[in-house]
C-alpha cells in the first residue's frame, strides 16, 4: 500500500473521523476518497498541478499557429520588431520581483504613491544607451564620481602639496617628474594577432630604436605574413600619439623651415643618428606578449596516441618617443663618460711594504 498524499490531508482527514457517529458515515467518504490505495494513475493525476506537461523534449511540443495566437505567443521571426525588443530592455533593465518578493508592496505602491520629478516630456529626448539606461551626466555621477567631497579633498591636498614643493627654494623637482614635465612619450598596445611568440618577436626586433617612418618602410616590404599586421598597428599608434600627445608636430615657426643645428648622437647600440627635427618620432620600446589560446586541434597519431594542438594568439607593445629623448641620453652618456675620467691599467699610489730584499 502506497500513500501519495501530504501530511497536512492526512491529518485533515483523521480529524474529521474522530467526529460523533451520528456523522461517521458521511465524513468518512471524503477522507476514503482522497486516500490512494494503489498506484492508479487517474487518483495520481488528480493531485498533480494543473499545468501542461510534455513527455518528449524533441516531439510533440508544438502548436499550431491558431493555438499560439490566442495565447499571445510571440512568434520567433517577430523578435526583431521594435515591441520585443523594448520588453527585452525593460526586463533586463527592471528585473520584475514577483509577489513572492518581500518589496513586493512597494513595488506594487511606487508608481501610485511616487510622483516623479523629472518632466514627462523631457523624459523621451534623454539620450540612452544599448541596454536603455540613461547617458545624463547627473545620472551617471552616482557611478563615476560616488563620493564627490572625498574626491575634491584630495585634489585640494595634492595641488597644495604641488604648489609648496614648487615654491619652495629648497626643494628639488625629482627627475622622473622633470622628465614627463619636458618629455612626450606615448605607450600602445595593440590588439591580439593570430600568430606566436616566436614569429611576432622577430618584427618587434626589427622595428626598434628606428624611426616611425623606417618602421613603417620595413614593414611595408617585409615577407612576414605578420608585417602588415604590425604596420596597421604601428600607424594606430602614431596618430594617436600625434592626437593625445602632441608629438611630431615639428617646430614652433614651421617644419618647412631649415633646422638651426644638426644634432649627431650615438645611440646606446652604438649607432649614430643624425638628428634635424627634436620632435621626429621613432621606436623606443618593443616587445610582444603572448595572449588567450584562439582554439584546440586534435593531432592523431599511431598506435591510438593523440597530441593536442593550440593556436595561440600574441600582442605588440611600442613605446613612442621623441627624439629629444635621444639627444637627452647621449648626453648623459657623455657627460658620465668626462665625468669619470680615462681608464687607467694600475692606480697611480705610492709602494708600501718595500724590503731590501727580493721577495720571490
Known sequence: MSLNLPSRRVVRAASTTLCPSSSAA???????????LGPSPSSALS?????????????????????????????????????????????????????????????????????????????????????????????????????????VRWQRKMVLRHATSATDPFSREPRAARLARTERRMLYKSLVLPTSVKKLVHLAHQIQGKTVADALEQMRYSKKKMAREVRAELEVARDRAIAERGMGLGRVGGATEAPDEVAKVQTKDGQWVTIDDPTRMYVAEAWVGRGPWRGFKKDYRARG?????????????????????????????????????????????PVTAQRQYYSW
Open 26 to 36: 458521511s465524513s468518512l467518504i471524503p477522507a476514503l476518497q482522497s486516500l490512494n
Open 305 to 349: 596516441r593523440m597530441n593536442i594542438m593550440k593556436r595561440p594568439s600574441t600582442s605588440i607593445s611600442v613605446v613612442l618617443k621623441e627624439e629629444k629623448t635621444r639627444i637627452r641620453e647621449h648626453q648623459e652618456r657623455e657627460a658620465k663618460k668626462y665625468r669619470q675620467g680615462p681608464w687607467v691599467h694600475l692606480p697611480d699610489r
Open 47 to 151: 493531485l498533480s498541478l494543473n499545468r501542461p506537461q510534455r513527455r518528449h523534449a524533441w516531439f510533440g511540443g508544438r502548436k499550431s499557429k491558431k493555438a499560439a495566437a490566442e495565447q499571445n505567443i510571440p512568434n520567433p521571426k517577430q523578435l526583431t520588431q521594435g515591441w520585443v525588443r523594448e520588453r527585452l530592455i525593460k526586463h533586463l533593465t527592471y528585473p520584475e520581483q514577483g509577489n513572492a518578493s518581500i518589496f513586493a508592496d512597494e513595488l506594487n505602491a511606487t508608481p501610485k504613491e511616487v510622483e516623479p520629478s523629472v518632466n514627462l516630456g523631457a523624459k523621451s529626448s534623454e539620450p540612452k544607451g544599448a541596454a536603455g539606461a540613461s547617458l545624463l551626466r547627473d545620472h551617471l555621477s552616482r557611478a563615476t564620481d560616488p563620493d564627490p567631497r572625498s574626491r
